[in-house]
């Protein structure tokens, strides 16, 4: 069974940078398949922020994109994000997920992590 | 502004039949981009619930269907139960810039 477990600091300063990490159980990351990160602000809808190959290839939401960067340790089974710049409007739960690929088109995302809540406050 | 739009909200009683609406454009759904949907519990992550506009992953009733024509998408419900009262999220892929995948704004199910 595959598992995504999110974790990082639930609370972050405004200008600073998100840093969150999700762990992947029952299922090697560098078998295949596609990674990525997806928001969800209190009370709103879904955003899609980025997804990673084990080979480190890596797609990102135009909207974004200049302050996202996403990572990935095979050796870990695990893949990370990273936002900058943040302000009080990133404030929203960070869900990781898994896709099949090849690329984003005509992808969906089967497995599910939990969600963390991160909140942007000074 | 989501780039696809579902109706805020839908209900329905026990038994019932209920449908959500997913519209997009021609840089999406229209240019023939595969729609896949979610069902959202109070609380918990989503899951997907309908992939490639029709399919059911194992252990989704068939009381759930998906369709696509032209612009847009549906997901049925049958049988309605107080089970399914939850957020419905439609995603598909647009090509414009630099290509994205994006997500419906959501519709909340009540169940009367």
């Known amino acids: 069974q595959v598992q995504l477990q999110e974790s990082g600091p639930g609370l972050v300063k405004p200008s600073e940078t998100l840093s969150l990490t999700c762990a992947v159980s029952?299922?090697?990351?560098?078998?295949?398949?596609?990674w990525g990160w997806i928001r969800q602000p209190p009370g709103k809808g879904l955003e899609w922020i980025g997804s990673?190959?084990?080979?480190?290839?890596?797609y990102y939401n135009p909207s974004l994109k200049s302050r996202v960067t996403i990572s990935v340790d095979t050796s870990k089974n695990q893949f990370s994000l990273k936002l900058s710049s943040v302000t009080a409007a990133d404030t929203a739960v960070y869900y990781c997920?898994?896709?099949?690929?090849?690329?984003?088109?005509?992808?969906?995302?089967?497995?599910w992590g939990q969600g963390t809540l991160v909140t942007v406050s000074s | 502004q989501s780039v696809l739009t579902q109706p805020p909200s839908v209900s329905g009683a026990p038994g019932q039949r209920v449908t959500i609406s997913c519209t997009g454009s021609?840089?999406?759904?229209?240019?023939?981009?595969?729609v896949h949907w979610y069902q959202q519990l109070p609380g918990t992550a989503p899951k997907l619930l309908i992939y490639?506009?029709?399919n059911r992953p194992s252990g989704v009733p068939d009381r759930f269907s998906g369709s696509k024509s032209g612009t847009s998408a549906s997901l049925a419900i049958t049988g309605l139960q107080a089970e399914d009262e939850a957020d419905y999220y439609c995603?598909?892929?647009?090509?414009?810039?630099?290509?994205?995948?994006?997500f419906g704004g959501g519709t909340k199910l009540t169940v009367l």
């Open positions: 029952g299922y090697s990351i560098s078998s295949g398949y596609y």
């Open positions: 995603q598909s892929y647009d090509s414009s810039l630099s290509g994205s995948m994006v």
């Open positions: 490639g506009n029709s």
């Open positions: 997920a898994r896709h099949m690929g090849p690329g984003i088109a005509f992808n969906y995302f089967d497995y």
């Open positions: 990673i190959y084990h080979s480190g290839s890596t």
């Open positions: 021609s840089s999406n759904i229209g240019a023939g981009y595969d």
